[in-house]
Structures are given as structure tokens and as C-alpha cells.
């Protein structure tokens, strides 16, 4: 099941001694451990524009605006009952929007699953809930449609010039998301970026660490820091990667 799961847990625990961190479960989202990481590259009360996609029912927004209160926060929910969620927050400063985002403009097949999230683009693996130690929020309930844009075209429709910080966390479907704002990613309009990397076949079609930073460094991203591993009997699940543009 786990195709060189050994080789990566030694590659990932490299990386993390290099930045002089150690390898602990992931019980929150995001970290205080990530927070940390966000508060050292901007002020309390600097004005910055947050991107979180993948808003689920805004627990990343609501932490966002109580370290950041002076940020735009723009959340991005596709799915409508998580999306209500967030709406009954009401969080000061946070702009709720009921799309995705994707490498493609206009409606999409969106998997819905027991857990909601763990719904995405992509479809569950087979090996999914057994990666989760027999998680049953990894169970397919049904597919619906949801409305998806791209980054740069959304970024062109509200006149929005730059993204302090993007937040990606939508379930293996990252990379299309990426490919959504390559034009912003090109012209580093965007400075910070957070995304999830899957470990172990948990979605069809997700793509690897190595994928992604390969891809960062395409477009002159750095990797700045690692955040938000998941541990599950003694294996990698996920965690996330955190790049920043070269000046």
C-alpha cells in the first residue's frame, strides 16, 4: 500500500531537522506550529490579502482574522452545506464565496464523502480509509456539481493585484489549483503559499512531494518551512508545504 513510504518518512525527516523542527502529530488545523510560521512573515496588523481555498466552515478563517485582524480574508467553500457554515460565522473581515477553484472556469463534478473534509476534485483512493486507520469520513456518499474558477481569473474579475498569503488545503487537488494561477504564480503575484502534499494513494490523480516542489521551483518558489504532519500508526499521511517567492 505504501509505495516507498519508508524512503519518504527518511527524506521528510531530513528536511525537518534541517529547519530544526521534530515530527509530532497533527491535532489541529492549522497548527499553532503553522500559525507561528505565518506570524513571523507578517505583522499583526498589517493589511494583508488572504486567499483560504479549501474553507471548509471557515476554522482556518476564523483564526486568520483573530492573528491577522486586519486582513482581507477571502474563503472559498464549493460545497453548499459547508459553505452555510461559514455564513453562520460571520467572521469580521472574511468574504465567503460558494466556488472552488481549479484549473478550469465553470461547473465540475465534485466528490462528496461521509467525512465532508475530506470532499474534493478528485476521487477516493481504494486505499484511503486504510492510510487513515479505518477512518470512516473517507466513505464516497455521492457526486454533486459545484461551480469552479481559476485564481487568475477570479484575481481579474474582483481587481485583486496581489496575495499575501494563499492557503491551499483542498484534498489532493492542489496541483490543479496551481495550474488555475499560473499567471500569478509567474509574475509572483502571489508571495506566501501553503499546500497540502498526500502521502499514500488516498485520491486518484493527487500528485507527490516531489511534484510539487519541482512545480514551485518552476515558477522561483522557495521551500520556506514544513507544517501540519499527520501521523497515523507510525506513518506519514500528509503535511504541508510552505514555499515563498524569490525576490
Not at 471548509?56 to 477571502?74: C, D, L, M, R, V
Not at 452545506?81 to 453562520?88: A, H
Not at 496581489?162 to 487537488?173: E, N, P, R, S
Given at each position: 500500500?505504501?509505495?516507498h ?31 507561528d510560521?505565518l ?9 494583508i ?26 474563503s472559498?467553500?464549493?460545497?453548499k ?8 460565522k ?9 466556488i ?9 463534478k465534485f466528490f462528496?464523502n ?5 470532499n ?26 459545484c461551480?469552479?474558477n481559476t ?5 481579474n ?29 509567474t509574475?509572483?503575484k ?6 497540502e ?7 486518484v490523480n ?7 516542489l519541482s ?17 497515523v500508526?507510525?506513518n ?8 515563498e517567492?524569490?525576490?
Open positions: 500500500m505504501y509505495i513510504n519508508n524512503y519518504l518518512v527518511i527524506l521528510l525527516k531530513k528536511l525537518l531537522r534541517s529547519f530544526d523542527l521534530k515530527l509530532t502529530k497533527l491535532n489541529d488545523y492549522p497548527s499553532p506550529a503553522s500559525m510560521i506570524k513571523k512573515c507578517f505583522s499583526k496588523n498589517e493589511k490579502v488572504i486567499f483560504d481555498v479549501g474553507a471548509h466552515e471557515g476554522q482556518s478563517a476564523q483564526k486568520y482574522h483573530f492573528e491577522f485582524p486586519n486582513a482581507s480574508i477571502y472559498f467553500e464549493p460545497f452545506v459547508t459553505y452555510t457554515e461559514i455564513l453562520k460571520n467572521i469580521k473581515n472574511v468574504t465567503p464565496f460558494n472552488g477553484f481549479s484549473d478550469e472556469v465553470g461547473s465540475q462528496v461521509l467525512g465532508s473534509q475530506t474534493s476534485l478528485l476521487e477516493l483512493g481504494t486505499d484511503a480509509q486504510e492510510i487513515w486507520g479505518g477512518f470512516r469520513g473517507l466513505t464516497a456518499e455521492e457526486e454533486v456539481l461551480e469552479f485564481i487568475d481569473n477570479f484575481m474579475e474582483q481587481g485583486i493585484s496581489h496575495i499575501d498569503f494563499l492557503k491551499l488545503d483542498v484534498q489532493g487537488a492542489e496541483y490543479k489549483v496551481l495550474r488555475g494561477a499560473a499567471v500569478a504564480l509574475n509572483k502571489i508571495t506566501l503559499i501553503q499546500l502534499a498526500l502521502i499514500g494513494e488516498q485520491y493527487q500528485k507527490t512531494i516531489a511534484y510539487y512545480e514551485m521551483e518552476h515558477y522561483g518558489y522557495k521551500l520556506k518551512n514544513i507544517s501540519d504532519i499527520a501521523v500508526n507510525d506519514i499521511t500528509q503535511v504541508d508545504l510552505i514555499f517567492a524569490i525576490k
